[in-house]
């Protein structure tokens, strides 16, 4: 089942509704045109994994949308809300460990009214526990623009988390259809960007120094709630941390690949367009430990 509960001022704590029947106008912006932001995030047992991480990427997606959501508060009582009432129905209980999944959207609303649209939805998750320790096949797919567009053309709003995932959703079905689980998209100028819902982190040992790495941010990449989770945990356990550029060769060369992504945590990448990469229980166990630690 899906909770269902929208922000409205007349509502303080939120306006529960019903998921199993319309509730959006045809001519919502974010239906016609894909208009506005989301936040995915896991809730364990009803309580929520770095909600402020998610509400400040939510905030930060807003501002390069010129998008006036909700304030930080609304969004932590309807939350708060969804959660209890999702719990309430029991549905969570048929998950292992009481997982959900609580999406935050925002449309920039109706065609000519001034509002938007803010709705928070929990469902409950079905656990990656599988794909966690065996580890997935990827393929390296182009993106269609280079490394520098970021910056160049602020328009295409890279690095906000848009509704418009068609494309994203593409990459995952095409990738399913030439025999893999998942993708990593590559710039034109060939640096590793990023996975269609997910970011890149590879593990690398150097004369005794161990290094998480992850693609630069300014390649026009999401800036990654559970791989800068899992960074302050590893930095405190020793590891050194870095930010690309990376390119494919990296990826090749360095003793694991992960995606990182808030619903599936970790998942071990375990060869990139058919060619396998160093993988290890051991430190795929370790890096979820501390990934798990810092949620
Ligand atoms: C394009 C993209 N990159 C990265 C991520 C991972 O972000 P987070 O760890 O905050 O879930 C996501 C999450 O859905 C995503 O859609």
Redesign the pocket.
């Known amino acids: 089942m899906t909770v269902l509960v929208f922000l409205d001022t007349a509502f303080p704590d939120g306006r529960p509704a019903d998921a199993g029947v319309p509730q959006l106008m045809i001519n919502d912006l974010g239906v016609t045109r894909g208009d506005g932001i989301f936040?995915?995030?896991l809730a364990v047992d009803s309580v929520p994994r770095?909600p402020h991480?998610?509400l400040d990427?939510l905030a930060s997606s807003a501002q390069q949308l010129e998008l006036d959501i909700p304030p930080r508060a609304s969004w932590e009582r309807a939350i708060a809300t969804a959660l209890r009432l999702h719990a309430d129905a029991g549905d969570h209980g048929a998950v292992p460990g009481g997982r959900a999944a609580v999406k935050l959207v925002v449309t920039r609303g109706v065609e000519g009214a001034a509002a938007p649209t803010a709705w928070v939805q929990v469902t409950a998750a079905a656990d990656a526990a599988d794909q966690r320790t065996k580890g997935i096949k990827v393929l390296l797919l182009d993106r269609g623009y280079d490394s520098l567009a970021a910056a160049r053309a602020p328009w295409l709003l890279l690095g906000a988390?848009t509704l418009s995932?068609a494309v994203?959703m593409a990459a995952l079905r095409y990738a399913r259809q030439n025999g893999a689980d998942d993708a990593i998209f590559t710039s034109s100028d060939g640096k590793v960007l990023?996975?269609?819902?997910?970011?890149v982190v590879l593990a690398r040992e150097r004369g005794g120094v161990r290094t998480l790495v992850t693609p630069e941010r300014k390649s026009g990449?999401?800036?990654?709630?559970?791989?800068?989770?899992l960074f302050r945990a590893a930095e405190a356990a020793g590891w050194e941390l870095g930010y690309g550029p990376l390119v494919p060769e990296d990826l090749f060369a360095a003793d694991g690949v992960w995606l990182?992504?808030?619903?599936r945590l970790l998942v071990p990448v375990r060869s990139i367009d058919g060619r396998e990469l160093a993988f290890s229980a051991d430190l795929n166990a370790e890096l979820a430990g501390l990934a798990d630690t810092a949620l």
Not at 221 to 229: E, F, K, N, P
Not at 260 to 263: E, K, Q, W, Y
């Open positions: 936040e995915s995030l770095k991480a998610h990427r988390k995932y994203n990023e996975g269609p819902t997910s970011t990449i999401l800036a990654g709630t559970t791989q800068d989770a990182a992504s808030s619903i």
